[in-house]
């Protein structure tokens, strides 16, 4: 992992960070790699707000992993900020190489300077191989999320 880069993602990089979000089940159905504009709209407005942070995980020039991290301020725990972790993804032929913790590694590592008190994230109750590798990492199944479609 020496060669392992993380940093801001550009516009050049969308095609890569979108064919991986695309790249499984869901993804599949969600997402549409031929068309690049309302991704790049949404870099642009990721790009403006300081508590947006896409990033991407690059080894010799190529893209090989993704995540998005949002820090929020609030009022519970006493003020506290917290740090969301949302939209990992790693590239097929990475997978099971140590990129993924790698990657969330530096996200914990990003919220703790960013002084957040707590990392969540959500995860597809399908995804059982990813509920285990964020329990390997310390994570905690410890609610139950709710989402509502617009």
């Known amino acids: 992992m020496e ?3 993380i940093r801001d993602a550009t516009p050049g ?27 790049l709209a949404a870099l642009k407005r990721l790009d403006a ?12 020039g190529r893209v ?6 949002t820090i929020i301020p609030g009022l519970s725990h006493q003020g506290a ?11 097929s032929d990475e997978r099971g190489s140590g990129l993924g913790s790698r990657l969330i590694e530096w996200a914990v590592d990003r919220s703790r300077q960013l002084d957040s008190v707590m990392v969540q994230l959500t995860s597809d109750k399908s995804r059982t191989d990813a509920h285990r590798f ?8 410890s ?8």
């Open 13 to 39: 990089d969308l095609p890569a960070i979108v064919a991986m979000l695309a790249d499984d089940p869901l993804g599949a159905q969600r997402e549409s790699p031929h068309d690049l504009s309302p991704y």
């Open 143 to 150: 609610h139950e999320g709710f989402k509502m479609r617009l």
């Open 49 to 60: 707000d300081p508590n947006q942070h896409l990033v991407v995980a690059e080894r010799a």
């Open 64 to 69: 090989i992993g993704t995540l998005q991290l």
């Open 3 to 5: 060669d392992l880069e």
């Open 81 to 91: 900020t917290r740090a969301l972790i949302e939209a990992v993804r790693i590239h």
């Open 134 to 141: 964020y329990e390997r990492l310390g994570f905690t199944a």
